[in-house]
């Protein structure tokens, strides 16, 4: 079965604009998780779904940062406004039900020039 | 401030050679994970430890969680050039929907 595919695999953006971010969770997995990666960092928690809602969303660094999982699969996250300060790679995950061994995707690296 | 910190940072040895990785916290953890990240790959999961004080042991790897669950180390005997990547430990507390990552160290074996 396939893995947790994200896409684009890179997206490079001016200060300013908007960009989505794709997850491709693996199939019949019921929680997602995004994280970011800083150059020389480990993964940095954003947001955590369980099915359609977002159970835990503490990681978001601000409002111009959403993310969204309508159909309880497929998961858009949102940046609006981008600064320099955003560029990072974005890693998605899915596990089978929260509490399970997380997959990870291999990432978006996002750069705001 | 780093919730989890790792050291070294990074390391650079000779193929065949043993090393340590230590993971260190103020904070007790109800279980602790050690992923390796590879350049444009996202963390695979390599081993959880969940009982203070627990050793499991993954082929040439060795993983020990401290008595307090505060603390881990993570042990490779006779290094070989396919361990060279990122290694993350992370601690997850009261279930694994959030789980905070340490800074990694990175490995270079050289053959």
């Known amino acids: 079965g396939a893995g947790v595919s994200q896409t684009p695999s890179n997206k490079v953006t001016e200060k300013g604009k908007y960009v989505e971010l794709r997850c491709d969770p693996i199939s019949g997995h019921t929680a997602l998780y995004w994280y970011r990666q800083s150059l020389g960092q480990g993964p940095e928690f954003l947001i955590y779904f369980q099915g359609t809602g977002a159970a835990d969303d503490s990681g978001l660094p601000n409002d111009r940062f959403f993310a969204v999982r309508p159909e309880g699969s497929v998961s858009t996250l949102k940046i609006q406004r981008t600064e320099r300060g955003d560029s990072a790679v974005y890693l998605c995950?899915?596990?089978?039900?929260?509490?399970?061994?997380?997959?990870f995707g291999p990432g978006t690296r996002l750069t705001v020039l | 401030t780093q919730l989890l910190e790792q050291s070294p940072q990074f390391l650079s040895i000779q193929e065949g050679e043993n090393l340590t990785v230590y993971c260190n916290s103020s904070?007790?953890?109800?279980?602790l994970q050690w992923y390796r990240q590879e350049p444009g790959e996202g963390p695979v999961l390599l081993v959880t430890?969940?009982?203070?004080?627990e050793v499991k042991k993954l082929k040439r790897l060795t993983f020990q969680f401290g008595d307090a669950r505060k603390d881990s180390s993570l042990h490779i005997t006779a290094a070989q050039p396919g361990d060279t990547g990122l290694y993350l430990c992370a601690g997850a507390k009261g279930g694994y929907q959030k789980v905070t990552f340490g800074i990694g160290t990175k490995l270079q074996v050289i053959p």
């Open positions: 904070s007790v953890f109800s279980s």
């Open positions: 995950a899915s596990s089978l039900y929260s509490g399970n061994e997380q997959f």
């Open positions: 430890v969940v009982t203070g004080g």
